[in-house]
């Protein structure tokens, strides 16, 4: 009986997590400009990200393809460059795709890896060794998302 209960927390926690975790997505090929809204906080290295919609773009200087900024919806706001390491996926789709390592109900979800469109290679986000160790014990989540045309003036959570 109590494995029963427990497989429906897993369940319901799954379906939630999809309920609370809205990605849109727009996309540009050069620089792999994407929006992605968050409907709950989310955490990279180094600090936590609050609800809302940010442009994730890989750094423009031409000199390390694996490194990632995050800004505001309108791009006007850099709230942190992060270095990442190459991750790839199985298949392909022609959605933005972010995996989320789920820590518990009293702490965000961990940003671990971010997909463009249409990519196997994604961008793995660095975290520290002891980080590293206990996200890898956590329940890992990819969530895709469909194409939505971006109107970066009007997206809410700047």
């Known amino acids: 009986m109590e494995r029963i209960n427990k497989l429906y927390v897993i369940i ?31 955490e990279i290295p180094g600090h936590v990200l609050p609800a809302g919609t940010y442009l994730f773009k890989l750094a423009d200087d031409g000199s390390d393809p694996n490194v990632v900024q995050i800004f505001n919806s309108a791009g006007t706001k850099l709230y942190d460059m992060l270095p990442t390491t190459p991750a790839e996926r199985e298949q392909p789709s022609g959605h933005t795709a972010v995996t989320l390592v789920q820590q518990g109900s009293a702490e965000p979800d961990v940003l671990l ?46």
């Open 12 to 42: 319901g926690m799954v379906i939630s997590l999809g309920l609370f975790y809205s990605i849109a997505a727009d996309a540009d090929e050069a620089d792999e400009a994407t929006t992605i809204t968050f409907s709950a906080p989310v």
């Open 113 to 158: 890896k971010w997909f463009y469109p249409g990519s196997a290679i994604g961008h793995e986000f660095m975290y520290s060794t002891q980080e590293d160790k206990v996200l890898a014990q956590d329940k890992q989540q990819t969530i895709a998302a469909g194409p939505r045309t971006r109107n970066s003036e009007t997206q809410a959570g700047d």
